[in-house]
T-cell receptor
């Protein structure tokens, strides 16, 4: 069964550095999402992406964040200058259709900012 | 603004006991609600959604619009049900983003 994959599984970076988290959604999916979960807190929506553009973003997704689908398979989240509070688990998800359909989640990337 | 609340962080029951994981929501539109489950060291996966009215692994959930609730129930808990359970609401107005509750850890003791 196809799955969403994410790399790396764990990323450690220093404050102020740029990081790129990578996701490979399921191949026939059209809608892509990033969520994050700070330790001990809720899973929070960051951004949704469809047809090569952002369709919605949360207040968390400020100018330090960007997303890109550089080719037909990868979907990336870039944090330009990381802060300590960016330390979290980042989940990518994808789905075939818009609407209330199942979102398929990746295993997550644990980002630790020191 | 939409919000999902799961009042219990931890629910511990014995095998064979009934389980009810509570979920309340607030949303001005017509809600689409889901339960996601995360077993140990595994990814988040869909357990069930209210529009399909399915029973998965013996779990059911009924949307009660009057009480704005979507509680998850199972009559007889099994040890393999031990996991983290998240209630989530999908907003059709916002790219179908999911708003999650804080999650409830279910521990089923032998």
């Amino acid at each position: 069964e196809p799955e969403v994959t994410q790399t790396p599984s764990h990323q450690v970076t220093q404050m102020g550095q740029e990081v790129i988290l990578r996701c490979v959604p399921i191949s026939n999916h059209l809608y892509f999402y990033w969520y994050r979960q700070i330790l001990g807190q809720k899973v929070e929506f960051l951004v949704s992406f469809y047809n090569n553009e952002i369709s919605e973003k949360s207040e968390i997704f400020d100018d330090q964040f960007s997303v890109e689908r550089p080719d037909g398979s990868n979907f990336t989240l870039k944090i330009r200058s990381t802060k300590l509070e960016d330390s979290a688990m980042y989940f990518c998800a994808s789905t075939t259709y818009g609407g209330p359909y199942e979102q398929y989640f990746g295993p997550g990337t644990r980002l630790t900012v020191t | 603004a939409q919000r999902v609340t799961q009042p219990e962080k931890l629910l511990s029951v014995f095998k064979g006991a009934p389980v009810e994981l509570k979920c309340n929501y607030s949303y001005s539109g017509s809600p689409e609600l889901f339960w996601y489950v995360q077993y140990s060291r595994q990814r988040l996966q869909l357990l069930l959604r209210h529009i399909s009215r399915e029973s998965i692994k013996g779990f059911t959930a009924d949307l009660n619009k009057g009480e704005t609730s979507f509680h998850l129930k199972k009559p007889f808990a099994q040890e393999e049900d031990s996991a983290m359970y998240y209630c989530a609401l999908s907003s059709s107005n916002a790219g179908n983003m999911l708003t999650f509750g804080g999650g409830t850890r279910l521990m089923v003791k032998p």
